[in-house]
């Protein structure tokens, strides 16, 4: 191979199989050398490729990244280059690497994995590596590691985060977390998380490639099985996305929906559920349609089978979303009977609406001494409950819990669950819960303020609610507040609802607010 090499100025290489078979044959330039296109074939989690890769290096390099990224990409036993003499042709020393098991994988400093291990680099004849002992004994710990990790995480979904930015870093790490908290939330196991920026988003893959490359292979080694971007795609994004990853690829409104739709409990709250899930499928059905690829594979005139399915399916989404719309629209009415009875029974009434997580739930239960379902993840609180509550001045108020808000709350979502949200309309009073201690509590009172006003719930009287104010230190409160109150110019008031004594100031505050609208609703009453 050397002075094949040598003679034509090109990278010569050869694939073998583990009996020692030449499988393949390759020939580049004088600086690189392509690998065959193993298309969709995989490689079982456990095993590498069953082939390794010796080619010739012309330039006196030594493994290059390349090299290494092919190692990783195609799951090759073993990449080895040999060094042809410049002068002789004859080889020098060669170079070669293998994959490691993750478990066994070295840390560098930034505690980043390095999935590598180089072989000492030795003249053709001094080679002594054992090369089938070396790969079965990986294999089989490769299969050991694999093992325990599924025990650990028993059919979790094990994911990457992907932010991809045009804008400022501090904002894409913000993101990221929020995303982190939801991804938690789904119940999945959160393997790393990437940020890419950019000065323009690839409308088609919308990482770099270079980054996509790296995100395959740190995807491959780390097990994932899920790709999360931050980010709402374009159906044309994930699928080429999918397609380059071989993995399940989803986006933020997406993830919010599969939180939704593993916290529904009633049957309502599933039905909305799964009408926002089937609103979201629609159109990404539709564009799937419009693309080249389904009107190529439909054939001359785009009227083939492939085709022909998609419209199917997408009656049945259709049929299905009418179905579930007039059921939703059926219980709606039920509601609003319910809800005549209560306004005629003139309790004023008081909704907790909030970011998600804000503590809405737990402060419902320390007002009332309930056990509403309260929790540290993200949508904890799907269904709306209702709970009476006396307050100081002999007067019995209505109180509801509310689904919490999230910025960008995906479109279909709010459709799906207006229903419910318009209930908050009948309110006398919001009280909109924020964490204060969560570092981003401005930007959530921002985006509750917003879905408020898309559904014109806007000119309710409200008084802002700064939460678990246990966290945080005096200072950082009173900076809040002040804030707060000067864009705003609302009632604020600082309490922990985990901290019952503390919820004196707000009670009286409800009083007092309630007194002041309702003696103008008698009137208007009258
Ligand atoms: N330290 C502290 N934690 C609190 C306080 N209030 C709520 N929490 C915690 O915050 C988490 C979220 O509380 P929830 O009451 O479920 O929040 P929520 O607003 O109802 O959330 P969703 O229903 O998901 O919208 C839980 O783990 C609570 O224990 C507080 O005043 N101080
Ligand atoms: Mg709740």
Do not use: W
Not at 32 to 45: H, K, L, N, Y
Not at 113 to 121: D, I, T
Not at 402 to 431: K, M
């Amino acid at each position: 191979m050397s002075e094949i090499s040598f003679e034509t100025g090109r990278q010569v290489g050869v694939l073998i199989n583990r009996k020692g078979q030449v499988e393949y044959v390759m020939v580049g330039n004088a600086k690189t050398i392509e690998m065959p296109d193993f298309g969709r074939a995989r490689v079982s989690e456990d095993r590498f490729r069953g082939l390794r890769c010796v080619h010739t290096h012309l330039l006196g390099e030594k493994l290059t990244q390349d090299d290494l990224t092919d190692l990783a990409l195609l799951r090759l036993d073993l990449m080895a280059i040999v060094q042809v003499d410049d002068k002789t042709g004859l080889p020098n020393l060669v170079y070669s690497a293998h994959l490691l098991p993750t478990t066994a994988e070295k840390l560098d400093t930034d505690g980043e994995g390095l999935p590598y291990e180089f072989l000492e680099p030795n003249v053709p004849s001094q080679l002594e590596t054992n090369f089938i002992g070396l790969i079965n004994s990986l294999e089989n710990e490769m299969a050991r590691s694999r093992q325990t990790a599924r025990s650990r995480h028993t059919n979790r979904d094990r994911v990457i985060l992907v932010n991809v930015t045009t804008g400022y870093l501090s904002e894409a790490e913000e993101s990221l977390a929020e995303l982190e908290e939801l991804a938690l939330s789904a119940d999945v196991v959160v393997l790393d998380k990437i940020i890419q920026r950019r000065p323009k988003i690839d409308p088609k893959t919308v990482l770099g490639k270079g980054k996509l490359e790296e995100l395959l292979v740190r995807s491959m080694r780390l097990g994932a099985d899920l790709i999360v971007f931050d980010a709402e795609l374009s159906p044309a994004q994930v699928r080429s996305l999918s397609e380059a990853t071989e993995l399940k690829v989803i986006d933020r409104p997406q993830l919010i929906l599969d939180i939704f739709a593993q916290r529904a409990q009633s049957s309502e709250g599933k039905m909305q559920v799964e009408l926002a899930q089937l609103k979201y499928l629609l159109p990404r059905l539709v564009q799937g349609q419009n693309s080249a690829f389904s009107r190529l594979a439909g054939g001359i005139g785009g009227r083939g089978p492939g085709e022909t399915k998609l419209e199917t399916d997408r009656r049945r989404v259709r049929d299905k979303i009418t179905h579930l719309e007039k059921q939703v629209n059926g219980l709606s009415r039920q509601r609003q009977e319910r809800r005549k009875n209560r306004v005629q029974k003139n309790l004023p009434i008081i909704s907790l609406v909030g970011y998600t997580n804000a503590g809405k739930s737990t402060l419902l239960n320390s007002l009332t001494q309930s056990d509403v379902y309260a929790e540290k993840k993200m949508f904890a609180t799907l269904d709306p409950t209702s709970r009476r509550l006396r307050l100081p001045i002999e007067q019995e108020v209505i109180i509801n819990d509310t689904v919490g808000f999230i910025r960008d709350l995906p479109e279909a979502l709010v459709a799906a669950f207006r229903a419910t949200l318009e209930e908050i309309s009948d309110s006398n009073l919001l009280v909109h819960v924020v964490d204060a201690s969560n570092p981003r509590a401005d930007q959530q009172i921002e985006s509750v303020d917003k879905i408020l006003t898309d559904l014109k719930l806007n000119e309710i009287p409200q008084i802002i609610i700064l939460n678990k104010a246990d966290l945080l230190d005096e200072l950082s409160l009173e900076a809040l507040k002040r804030q707060v109150s000067l864009d705003k110019g609302y009632e604020i008031v600082a309490i922990s609802a985990v901290q019952p004594k503390t919820l004196k100031p707000l009670i009286e505050k409800v009083g007092e607010v309630l007194a002041r609208d309702l003696s103008g609703l008698a009137v208007d009453a009258v």
